[in-house]
């Protein structure tokens, strides 16, 4: 009787690994199963992969520029309300992505807060590549955000300290002794907003449309192939698996390397 609710704990743990699982294995299944579409009648495939790859490497190129710098600021300046500023930064983390993409098309579409003076600059935003590339920024800077401002804050002070003594202030003392102390955190973080921006459906949909070719993500051809083919469906979802699983092996690695050999 002692061993019971062990045993209960285990079960309901077995549960639960097999109810998150299960989905993967039978599409990991399916997928290996199935016949590569993309020839000469089927170009969604290649396209939509090309784009994805594309605009998720412009987007992370935009994250690491304007992300690393506002998270060291928020984990080494004290300033009026830097904490509601940090919560709000995060705030896309847990939008609806339906509410992100109508927010984005509200700010920056024809009709939008900044559409007149876009259209001033004949700038088109809203349905073009480049809503593909804001839509992914949008949605996927609060994970780098959280974890660059988290390994800038664990820098420790008297590091910098010492640093400061040495003459290193500013810059300098950004470039050689925060940054690259806390590249792991940032290298986590960077994999993990990649993984986010590359898995966004439902702001893209809303702001960037779903044109093959040009706006065609790759989680929006697994939606539209739903309808004309499961196989490419099937495929496409095959490689987003594979994809995810390597960017949280790697997320894993630099956050929290094992000594003992464990993933």
């Known amino acids: 009787m ?27 299944v399916q997928g290996l199963g199935t016949p590569l579409p993309g020839g000469p009648g089927d170009p969604a495939l290649p396209q939509a992969l090309a784009l994805s790859l594309v605009t998720t490497c412009i987007s992370m190129l935009l994250v690491l520029a304007f992300g690393t710098p ?3 600021v928020l984990a080494r300046w004290r300033f009026p309300f830097r904490r509601l500023l940090a919560v709000l930064l995060q ?26 003076v ?26 780098y955000l959280r974890a660059a401002q988290a390994g800038f804050a664990n820098v420790p002070a008297d590091i910098e300290a010492a640093a400061r003594v040495d003459g290193a202030t ?26 986010r921006a590359l898995g966004e ?17 790759m989680p929006l051809l697994v939606y539209n192939a739903l309808e004309r083919n499961l196989d490419t469906a099937i495929q496409t979802g095959l490689i987003l698996v594979f994809l995810a699983l390597g960017v949280l092996l790697l997320a894993n690695r630099l956050r929290a390397p094992d000594a003992t050999g464990y993933l």
């Open 91 to 116: 705030l896309p983390l847990v939008l609806p992505p339906a509410v992100a993409g109508l927010a984005l098309l509200l700010a920056l579409g024809r009709r939008g807060a900044l559409g007149g």
């Open 201 to 217: 459906f439902g702001a893209t949909i809303l702001f960037a449309g779903n044109l093959q070719g040009r706006t065609q993500t």
């Open 70 to 72: 506002l998270a060291w």
């Open 2 to 28: 002692k061993r019971m609710p062990a045993a209960i704990l285990v079960l309901v743990a077995t549960a639960g690994a097999g109810f998150l699982l299960l989905p993967v294995l039978v599409l990991l």
């Open 170 to 195: 500013g810059l300098a003392l950004f470039l050689r002794v925060s940054l690259p102390l806390s590249l792991r955190a940032l290298g986590a973080g960077l994999t993990l907003a990649w993984a």
């Open 118 to 143: 876009l259209s001033s600059l004949n700038v088109e935003i809203a349905f073009t590549a480049s809503a593909v590339v804001l839509t992914q920024l949008f949605v996927a800077a609060p994970f």
